[in-house]
């Protein structure tokens, strides 16, 4: 898609497949001071937010979360049955900066920046 026109979308926030592939296939990581946010979100404590909806990830020596998957499936445990994010307003980094029809490379990238901050 000419790049323009995405970057037009994106402020409007489009909402092609290519995007919801992502929160089907690998949730997106959260930068560490978003866990108090996501988990007063649900009116819950960050450990008991963690708990509830959070992967834990060890890569690389760092220690990083992301929302859970659906048991038994990769998908995001807050990708809804209309094909919506359920924590919209409150979701992960990654997931607020990395679009589908983006390159690998930036995907890479994005999730480096993450993981830095995870390690301060
Ligand atoms: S994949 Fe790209 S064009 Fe499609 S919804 Fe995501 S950002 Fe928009
Ligand atoms: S938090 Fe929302 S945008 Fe991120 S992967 Fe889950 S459903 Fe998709």
């Given at each position: 898609m000419e790049k323009k026109l995405v970057r037009k979308q994106k402020r409007q926030g489009c909402t092609c497949d290519k995007c919801k592939e992502c929160?089907?296939?690998?949730?997106?990581?959260?930068?560490?001071?978003?866990?108090?946010?996501?988990?007063?979100?649900?009116?819950?404590?960050?450990?008991?937010?963690?708990?509830?909806?959070?992967n834990e990830h060890l890569e690389d020596n760092t220690y990083a979360l992301s929302p859970a998957q659906k048991v038994g499936t990769t998908e995001c445990i807050f990708f809804n049955k209309k094909g919506e994010c359920d924590i919209h307003?409150?979701?992960p980094h990654e997931c607020r900066k990395v679009f589908g029809c983006e390159g690998i490379t930036r995907h890479r990238k994005m999730r480096d920046i993450i993981k830095r901050?995870?390690?301060?």
């Open positions: 929160c089907k296939r690998e949730p997106g990581w959260f930068m560490p001071d978003e866990i108090a946010t996501a988990a007063a979100f649900f009116s819950l404590t960050e450990p008991e937010f963690i708990n509830k909806y959070c307003p409150v979701k901050r995870w390690r301060r």
